[in-house]
T-cell receptor
Framework: RKEVEQDPGPFNVPEGATVAFNCTYS??????FFWYRQDCRKEPKLLMS???SGNEDGRFTAQLNRASQYISLLIRDSKLSDSATYLCVVHGFRDSSYKLIFGSGTRLLVRP | GAVVSQHPSRVICKSGTSVKIECRSL??????MFWYRQFPKQSLMLMAT?????????EQGVEKDKFLINHASLTLSTLTVTSAHPEDSSFYIC????????????FGPGTRLTVL
């Protein structure tokens, strides 16, 4: 079983739609949580950190449920430019060092 | 924000040759650098972690004699893929962190390696 699980998608939505991505992680010792965005053939870029209290950045809202080991990302009013792969990432101490563990990503396609 | 560069961005080589990839932190000192590999439609997989002046720590299943990592200064780490084979073709991405907690990592633009 993968340590970070995501629905691979693709999610194909019209412009203006609201779309939600979910992610689960298996290691309860994970300490920090993030959503990254990766465009085709590019490096991942940090979208936002995720906190238990929930946090919002413009059209993006992220939520963490530590008890369920579940992370979510909500995108409102989708834009064409939101088309990308969204990576759920956890950070924690594994095998004697701190490291980021990446999910496989959820692909989003926003159509006109 | 902090900038990390990688060179080259793309390389095509023949089977059996060695390829060196450079990762530089341009405007900060990177106490720790990470090397990742990403195959098509898969997630980034950590290959190794390197701290300046010490030996790299490799993840399980990554051959340290095949993937040589040198982190000689606080702004430069290199990954050498020795005796490359077609199965080593992948997207190699480095990241750098300026603090020991390492949850904040700045990613380089990646190097696409194709081994013929």
């Amino acid at each position: 079983r993968k340590e970070v699980e995501q629905d691979p998608g693709p999610f194909n939505v019209p412009e203006g739609a609201t779309v939600a991505f979910n992610c689960t992680y298996s290691n309860s010792a994970s300490q920090s949580f993030f959503w990254y965005r990766q465009d085709c053939r590019k490096e991942p870029k940090l979208l936002m950190s995720v906190y238990s209290s929930g946090n919002e950045d413009g059209r993006f809202t992220a939520q963490l449920n530590r008890a369920s080991q579940y992370i979510s990302l909500l995108i409102r009013d989708s834009k064409l430019s939101d088309s990308a792969t969204y990576l759920c990432v956890v950070h924690g101490f594994r095998d004697s060092s701190y490291k980021l563990i990446f999910g496989s990503g959820t692909r989003l396609l926003v159509r006109p | 924000g902090a900038v990390v560069s990688q060179h080259p961005s793309r390389v095509i080589c023949k089977s059996g040759t060695s390829v060196k990839i450079e990762c530089r932190s341009l405007d900060f000192q990177a106490t720790t650098m990470f090397w990742y590999r990403q195959f098509p439609k898969q997630s980034l997989m950590l290959m190794a972690t390197s701290n300046e002046g010490s030996k790299a720590t490799y993840e399980q299943g990554v051959e340290k004699d095949k993937f040589l990592i040198n982190h000689a200064s606080l702004t430069l780490s290199t990954l050498t893929v020795t005796s490359a084979h077609p199965e080593d073709s992948s997207f190699y991405i480095c990241s750098a962190s300026g603090d020991y907690n390492t949850d904040t990592q700045y990613f380089g633009p990646g190097t696409r390696l194709t081994v013929l």
